[in-house]
């Protein structure tokens, strides 16, 4: 299945104006777009940032998201991914 499916049509054009607003930098941390950082090994990789939605609901075109770089990303949606697992594990 396509992911792009479960995106509002205009999500895109909301990101982009976000990115502008918050000038292209973190919501978060502060780092910024396409800025070089280091991983925890020490080898660089370049930072895009990325709209989070804070509740999880991509297909609302008035939702409600952040933008933040992928290690705020990960950060905010680690509870979300263990909920979503343990209620998957019940279920079987």
């Known amino acids: 299945m396509n992911s792009q499916r479960l995106y509002a049509r205009n999500w895109r054009v909301r990101v982009k104006a976000r990115l502008l607003l918050v000038g292209h930098r973190c919501e978060q941390c502060g780092i910024v777009h ?15 940032l990325q709209g989070c939605h ?30 979503t697992r343990h209620t998957a594990l019940r279920l079987r």
């Open 54 to 83: 804070l509740a999880h609901d991509p297909w609302n075109p008035d939702a409600e998201f952040r933008i933040w770089c992928p290690a705020c990303h990960n950060r905010y949606d680690a509870a979300h991914r263990t909920q």
């Open 34 to 48: 396409r800025s070089i950082a280091h991983n925890q090994r020490g080898e660089p990789y370049m930072v895009y």
